[in-house]
Nanobody, 123 residues
Framework: VFVEESGGGAVRTGDSLTLSCELSGGPASWYATAWYRQVSGQDREFVAHIGWNGATIYYASSVKGRFTISRDNAKNTGYLQMNSLKPEDTAVYYC?????????????????WGQGTQVTVSS
């Protein structure tokens, strides 16, 4: 499966942004998708995960209550709705996919990763 993110940009504190994760080469309904983010020089950080069943969802504590992960199987696309953005949310956001996975997986076990999309939040 091929994964491509889009929707990043530069916003101000408190703004909202929605990232998209388009899957091609396989039905999105078969794949768990996860969002990670990375700041230059730091490790990739888990953000959110939705299992292949569409119902098993996890969030990092730093984004819980502000971010919402979802998926539209008809569009083969996953989403990360980000509200109340903070400067510390600034990072490159990556989408990853893994076949028939319910819960999160170690980063090296995902089948595919996107190239990332930059999110910059200024104060």
């Amino acid at each position: 499966v091929f994964v491509e993110e889009s929707g990043g940009g530069a916003v101000r504190t408190g703004d909202s942004l929605t990232l998209s994760c388009e899957l091609s080469g396989g039905p999105a309904s078969w794949y768990a998708t996860a969002w990670y983010r990375q700041v230059s020089g730091q490790d990739r950080e888990f953000v959110a995960h939705i299992g292949w069943n569409g119902a098993t969802i996890y969030y990092a504590s730093s984004v819980k209550g502000r971010f919402t992960i979802s998926r539209d199987n008809a569009k083969n696309t996953g989403y990360l709705q980000m509200n109340s953005l903070k400067p510390e949310d600034t990072a490159v956001y990556y989408c990853a996919a893994k076949l028939f996975k319910l819960g999160p997986a170690p980063t090296n076990e995902y089948d595919s990763w996107g190239q990332g999309t930059q999110v910059t939040v200024s104060s």
